[in-house]
């Protein structure tokens, strides 16, 4: 059974960073491809970013791409989300997950294990 837990949420005023971290346990990072997603109240989940763990590939949403950088973590075997120059619609509960298939993908059907979430709130 592979647990994800992820770390670092918190409040920040616009125009701040928070560093997110995502650690599996099971399996190896180097069996998975890794997602964020993030989902705001009355909102869908939504694709955030994600990367391969065995070739560093990344993707990431139009919103958040240029100021969110995912990356891979060898020393600590977690996967980081670096959220620089926040914006209050950036509030939301931020999932990380795995893929078992390492796809890369950017639908939450893509992915097999979750965690149970990060708060993340901007204010204005």
């Known amino acids: 059974q592979v647990q994800v837990v992820e770390s670092g949420g918190g409040l920040v005023q616009a125009g701040g960073s928070l560093r997110l971290s995502c650690a599996a346990s099971?399996?190896?990072?180097?069996?998975?491809?890794m997602g964020w997603f993030r989902q705001a109240p009355g909102k869908e989940r939504e694709f955030v970013a994600a990367?391969?763990?065995?070739?560093?590939?990344?993707y990431y949403a139009a919103s958040v791409k240029g100021r969110f950088t995912i990356s891979r973590e060898h020393a600590k075997n977690t996967v980081a989300l670096q959220m620089n120059s926040l914006k209050p619609e950036d509030t939301a509960v931020y999932y990380c997950?795995?893929?078992?298939?390492?796809?890369?993908?950017?639908?939450?059907?893509?992915?097999?294990?979750w965690g149970q979430g990060t708060q993340v709130t901007v204010s204005s």
């Open positions: 997950a795995a893929d078992s298939r390492r796809r890369v993908g950017v639908r939450s059907v893509d992915y097999d294990y």
């Open positions: 990367i391969r763990w065995s070739d560093g590939n990344t």
């Open positions: 099971g399996r190896t990072f180097s069996s998975y491809a």
